[in-house]
């Protein structure tokens, strides 16, 4: 299967707990990495935690990200001080748990809602319309709360599933043109700051080293279960011709 050459690459999320292995994994591949974020300190961490050799590669800059206009003035400086962008990976969101539905305040699931699908709308709404002049790939990345539900983690489950939808619609939407739009559902990952888990969870390093292969492949307009290490063997051979195996990456 014939492969993309590396290029650039915004991750939104980069600086959270998945997002940490697809800067990694995308930096290691060659990219030029791309990491908006809110937070000096979680840029600062996120960049000790790369190998020095990559951190050149890894560039992340404080942005507003609660405003499609500020986002999309981010997209505007990136362009202009280093080409076209040509994918995007978004690994927006986190997780809570705690409260019934009924017992949610307003004001609460109106805030939980729009860290996960508003963010997700507003990068949507600010790269794609330049992601559609030339090939490109965006892939948004859930979890395993949008596909099944959890008691007193409603938030979570809604915002999910709706942002499943969201990543069906737009690959429905954009099938005829150069974007290719892909979907992860991941199951538990292992991460910085859960790194015990059972020997079947899939990493973070796991999901950043997928999403790379993704990206410089052909694929386009898939939802692709990531629940353990088997599914996630499973997808690399059909979906990218790698062997299956189920060794740690």
Not at 166 to 195: H, I, K
């Amino acid at each position: 299967m014939s492969e993309r050459k590396p290029g650039r690459v915004v991750v939104a999320g980069g600086t959270g707990g998945v997002g940490e292995g697809v800067v990694a994994a995308f930096a290691r591949g060659g990219f030029e990495v791309l990491v908006p974020s809110r937070s000096e300190e979680k840029v600062a961490s996120l960049l000790r935690t790369l190998p020095p050799e990559t951190r050149p590669r890894v560039r992340g800059e404080i942005v507003d990200t609660d405003h499609v206009s500020t986002i999309e003035r981010y997209r505007d400086a990136l362009i202009s001080s280093g080409g076209p962008i040509d994918a995007v990976v978004a690994t927006l969101g986190g997780w809570w748990q705690g409260t019934p539905l009924h017992a949610i305040p307003e004001e609460k699931w109106n805030r939980l809602l729009d860290q996960g699908l508003g963010a997700h709308f507003r990068f949507a709404r600010a790269f794609i319309p330049h992601l559609l002049d030339h090939p490109s790939s965006y892939t948004f990345v859930n979890g395993f709360s949008g596909t099944t539900p959890y008691a007193q983690a409603s938030a979570m489950s809604v915002s999910s599933a709706a942002q499943l939808m969201m990543a069906r619609v737009m690959a429905e939407e954009l099938s005829g043109t150069p974007v290719r739009v892909n979907a992860l559902v991941l199951g538990p990952v292992m991460t910085r700051a859960r790194s015990r888990g059972r020997p079947e969870w899939i990493s973070a390093a796991d999901v950043g080293g997928f999403a790379a292969e993704l990206v410089k492949s052909r694929v386009r307009g898939e939802v692709i279960s990531l629940m353990d290490r088997d599914e996630l063997a499973a997808a690399r051979e059909r979906l990218l011709g790698a062997p299956h195996t189920n060794a740690p990456a």
